[in-house]
């Protein structure tokens, strides 16, 4: 508890924040997938609930729907996606903790 943060959710309109849903296309394989923005505790990417602080993460939020940004996951590989779609969102306490 000593070293617990307090997360305050701020996100605007049509900007991609913490705990919405997204769907985002992969122009390089012509498919789409809708994932959820979540903290580290509740990452579960087969669930497709993707940690803030991943990679992934980090390049989705902040921004908007049409908007393409590029995935780094480190110094040679990296790719692009475009955001379609956000539908802002809230914590769910239903979600599990992640055990990894």
Same mark, same amino acid.
């Given at each position: 508890?000593? +070293?617990a943060v307090i997360i305050e959710v701020k996100s605007e309109d049509g900007v991609?924040?913490?705990?919405? %849903?997204?769907?985002?296309? *992969? ?24 940690? %803030? ?16 940004? +590029?995935?780094?996951?480190?110094? %040679?590989?990296? *790719? ?7 539908? %802002? ?10 055990? *990894?």
């Amino acid at each position: 508890i000593e +070293t617990a943060v307090i997360i305050e959710v701020k996100s605007e309109d049509g900007v991609v924040g913490l705990f919405d %849903k997204v769907e985002i296309y *992969y122009p390089e394989d012509e498919e789409s997938r809708t994932v959820r923005i979540v903290t580290t505790l509740r990452n579960d990417v087969l669930s497709d609930c993707i940690s %803030k602080e991943s990679p992934f993460g980090r390049a989705l939020l902040g921004h908007r729907v049409g908007e393409r940004v +590029t995935v780094e996951v480190n110094e %040679k590989v990296r *790719y692009p996606v475009e955001i379609r779609a956000i539908e %802002k969102g809230s914590d769910d306490p239903d979600l599990p903790i992640s055990s *990894y």
